[in-house]
């Protein structure tokens, strides 16, 4: 069975950074991070940064110039690069990705839509 694992996240005081990882368990062709989530205690869940079709990054407002998403393909790992961060950056973080089991599937465009299990970032003041 084919999952999202994420990792990085902590307790950091504001002003710090971390670094989110998302990967695979499983054996898969090539994974794909299209976005990071997150949500916060009584909230929505809502976006923070995601890749477009045609490659561009995108980024909520609140977070622009602060976070940063990436990703390696050799790995098969996303990131997501938070800095000077802020009590209100406070959530669990989620990861969403594609993952194409094989060669045939990546050709095709058929890819498995996944969620991480999310991971918990606190930020004291």
């Known amino acids: 069975q084919v999952q999202l694992v994420e990792s990085g996240g902590g307790l950091v005081q504001a002003g710090g950074s971390l670094k989110l990882s998302c990967g695979v368990s499983?054996?898969?062709?090539?994974?794909?991070?299209r976005g990071w989530y997150r949500q916060a205690p009584g909230k929505q869940r809502e976006p923070v940064a995601r890749v477009t079709s045609g490659g561009r990054t995108e980024y909520a407002d609140s977070v622009k110039g602060r976070f940063t998403i990436s990703g390696d393909n050799a790995k098969n790992t996303g990131y997501l690069q938070m800095n000077s961060l802020k009590p209100e950056d406070t959530a669990v973080y989620y990861c969403?990705?594609?993952?194409?089991?094989?060669?045939?599937?990546?050709?095709?465009?058929?890819?498995?839509?996944?969620w991480g299990q999310g991971t918990l970032v606190t930020v004291s003041s």
């Open positions: 499983g054996s898969i062709f090539m994974l794909k991070v």
């Open positions: 969403n990705a594609a993952a194409f089991r094989t060669v045939s599937d990546y050709v095709v465009g058929r890819a498995l839509a996944l």
